[in-house]
């Protein structure tokens, strides 16, 4: 079974975010994130990074999707 990943412009949803760093990494490698949090202290964290990592902007060139797949893909 292939390993998929969200092509570059897709979402990510993460319904445990605790500390928000799967929406930083998402924001930070051209993602959109949709995050849940049900402890309002994670939540309070998580958003203050995701904004962080917003305000930073792309880290990495963004690879084409379809080799991105190939190589992710499990034999």
Do not use: K
């Not at 079974?1 to 412009?9: C, I, R, S, T, Y």
């Not at 930083?24 to 990592?53: K, M, S, Y």
């Amino acid at each position: 079974m292939p390993v998929l990943v969200v092509p570059v412009g897709g979402c990510v949803l993460d319904p445990f975010m605790r500390s928000g760093s799967s929406g930083a990494a998402a924001l930070q490698t051209g993602r959109r994130f949709v995050g849940i949090e049900l402890d309002p202290v994670h939540f309070d964290n998580a958003c203050e990074r995701i904004n962080d990592a917003h305000r930073q902007g792309a880290l990495f060139e963004h690879a084409d999707t379809e080799q991105e797949q190939a190589r992710l893909t499990l034999d």
